[in-house]
């Protein structure tokens, strides 16, 4: 049995991340001065540059899902339209959502 020994730390500790990157500051110094593993604070840094400080702070936050009608709306386009990549534009509440992922042959929706 595998238990998971990562530690995660929570919103306040990215946001003196986030405020140190901002001053200019490495990801070892950061690391240093909040105690946490450099390559913790390496993979924030990455993260900052990437998405910046709003990325930074909604890590470890909970992904939203499809619901199971926007799931069903999906299906029915690649089925309906016969495509074996599903690349199709759904609406849900007001929002366009585009997906591009391959489907593999033989997987029922």
Not at 18 to 40: H, N, Q, T
Not at 53 to 82: H, I, N, P, Q
Request: glycine share 12%.
């Amino acid at each position: 049995m595998s238990i998971g020994l990562r530690c995660r730390h929570d919103r306040s500790v990215r946001e003196l991340a986030a405020g140190m990157f901002g001053e200019g500051r490495g990801y070892k110094s950061v690391a240093r001065s909040l105690g946490i593993p450099a390559e913790a604070v390496r993979k924030w840094q990455q993260t900052y540059r990437a998405t910046g400080r709003d990325g930074l702070l909604k890590m470890g936050e909970k992904r939203s899902r499809y619901d199971f009608e926007t799931k069903v709306a999906a299906a029915r386009a690649v089925v309906d339209d016969g495509m074996c990549v599903l690349s199709t534009r759904f609406e849900q509440n007001g929002h366009q959502f585009l997906s591009s992922s391959p489907t593999r042959s033989g997987h029922a929706f």
